[in-house]
């Protein structure tokens, strides 16, 4: 069977799936807010309006690329959803929503409203989105990764220690800190149902007094049909790059937290012991010309080669072919995704909680201590020292993808998060 094409087993159980799912969903408005138009992201509100019949409805900034992340590639290209651009604002009381909301969920009736944490607090202040959701019988979902979120107690224990005793009850710091710890209690449980990448995000907003029906781990993904469709073509094509046994390739945005520094410093490690190693580095924004400097600088001339953003899949899947090994030293994204799309072991380090779901360790890859040079540079090396291993490593990789993380398990997640709140109105 053609490694880039899913099983007629597999197919039938996704048809017979997404056929339950459909029913009770089907003619519903299901609004987005807070996502953008970011190119990993428009191939699901596409999936999730095509396979559960529901008409998706985007809300974004009006101006500029709104609350997304910094060298975040965002398109309107091949989407099928109705983007509506409204003007973002902060209003007095400090929290973020969009002017005109309240209109558009009159005017759409949303069965339910998918918002991202940073805008969820609409939904306390925004009388006229509140009123407008209230009318229209609207359910609320709040997503997140959540990424830095600390639990209830955790935050609690820090105040007590801060300030023990009474000072907790006559200290204006000490009762600000209580009023936060109050607020999100009541912002975490407004929601009618929470969507999480990780599973650590139960435990988090159970301690905030959520209920733990309410929480749907969906993880993330990007369009893994798409990728292995993709990786199936690349096969047959010429290679883009030199012939480089001991290549290793990081794909993703160019910014401190991606912390490529570290990566060009273990590539400098490694160039030591493997003297044809080369790294590849896929991806643009600020930090590029920083991290051009020091490649110079630290001595790997050009051993360290840079090409700039990428968001064709098919071009995608050729840089990783050239390669031997993804590796990603700082914040996660769904690179990690792709590059086991591709069939390539992954080395990478613990920073939002996604890479555990993703990363068996000495299964598909490896997970380094965070910041440890030394420990990244050892776990690379066995990779680019073994053939078999990185072979092994690659087609467990695939293996993740084709069974457990992947689009279909996305939409499934979504899916039963909407039937949830839908049943409990």
């Not at 064709?312 to 996660?332: H, I, K, M, N, Q």
């Amino acid at each position: 069977m053609d490694s880039g094409m899913i099983s007629a087993e597999e197919k039938e159980k996704q048809d017979r799936d997404r056929a339950g799912r459909t029913g009770a969903l089907r003619g519903k408005t299901v609004l987005f807010m807070g996502v953008g138009l970011a190119h990993y992201h428009n191939p699901l509100l596409n999936r999730l309006q095509r396979e559960l019949g529901v008409r998706i409805v985007n809300i974004v900034s009006a101006k500029g690329p709104g609350h997304v992340l910094p060298g975040v590639y965002q398109t309107e290209q091949g989407i099928e959803f109705e983007v509506v651009r409204l003007p973002e604002y902060t209003p007095s009381v400090r929290y973020h929503t969009f002017r005109g909301l309240g209109r558009v969920i009159r005017m759409r009736k949303p069965a339910i409203i998918v918002c991202t944490d940073y805008y969820f607090a609409t939904f306390l202040f925004n009388i006229p989105a509140i009123l407008a959701a209230g009318m229209a019988g609207t359910s609320l979902i709040m997503k997140s990764i959540p990424y830095g979120v600390r639990t209830y107690d955790e935050r609690m224990a820090e105040l007590r220690a801060r300030y023990p005793g009474l000072r907790m009850f006559f200290s204006p710091r000490a009762l600000a800190g209580l009023a936060i710890l109050a607020g999100c209690r009541v912002l975490y449980r407004r929601a009618d149902a929470h969507v999480v990448y990780v599973d650590a995000g139960r435990d988090i907003y159970t301690s905030y007094g959520v209920p733990p029906a309410k929480i749907f781990t969906i993880y993330n993904s990007p369009d893994t049909d798409m990728l292995l469709e993709a990786a199936a073509r690349v096969r047959g094509l010429p290679p883009i790059l030199p012939p480089c046994p001991r290549r290793i390739i990081h794909v993703g945005r160019l910014v401190p937290e991606k912390r490529v520094d570290l990566l060009l410093r273990v590539a400098r490690l490694l160039s030591e012991r493997f003297t044809d190693l080369e790294l590849l580095v896929v991806g643009d924004g600020p930090e590029r010309s920083n991290l051009e400097r020091l490649a110079q600088e630290i001595g790997l001339g050009d051993r360290a080669r840079f090409v700039g953003a990428v968001h064709d899949p098919e071009t995608l899947g050729r840089y990783f072919r050239a390669s031997r090994v993804y590796v990603l030293a700082g914040r996660g994204g769904l690179a990690i995704n792709d590059a086991m799309c591709f069939g390539k072991p992954v080395v990478c380090s613990v920073y939002e909680g996604v890479e555990k779901d993703l990363v068996e360790e000495g299964g598909n890859g490896y997970i380094f201590r965070p910041e440890d040079e030394a420990d990244c540079a050892e776990k690379v090396g066995r990779i680019l020292a073994d053939d078999g291993l990185a072979a092994r490593m690659g087609q467990r990789s695939e293996e993740i993808i084709r069974t457990r993380m992947n689009i279909h398990m996305l939409v499934g997640r979504y899916a039963a998060a909407f039937e949830y709140v839908l049943g409990s109105r």
